[in-house]
C-alpha cells in the first residue's frame, strides 16, 4: 500500500517526485489511488503498475540481474 510522503524517481527525471503529485499529474481519481499495486523493493518503489517504473530500476547494459513481473488483474463481480 501507499503511504504518505513516497516518493519515487519517474523514469527520465533526474529528481524524484511524491507519489500523490505523480497521482494527480496523472489525473488518477483519488477513489482509485489505493487500488494500484506498487512494486517495492524494502522501501524503494521500483514500479507504479500500470503507470511508471522508478529510473534507477531501469534495464541498461550495467544490468546483472533482471526480475520478470506479469501482473493480472481480475474482472470484479457484479
Do not use: A, C, H
Amino acid at each position: 500500500n501507499r503511504l504518505n510522503g513516497d516518493r519515487f524517481q519517474p523514469l527520465g527525471i533526474s529528481g524524484t517526485k511524491k507519489l500523490k503529485d505523480f497521482f494527480i499529474d496523472e489525473k488518477v481519481p483519488r477513489s482509485q489511488r489505493d487500488n494500484i499495486p506498487i512494486l517495492v523493493d524494502g522501501n524503494n518503489i521500483i514500479w507504479i503498475v500500470g503507470y511508471q517504473i522508478d529510473g534507477r530500476f531501469k534495464v541498461t547494459n550495467q544490468t546483472k540481474t533482471q526480475l520478470n513481473v506479469t501482473v493480472s488483474f481480475l474482472q470484479p463481480r457484479n
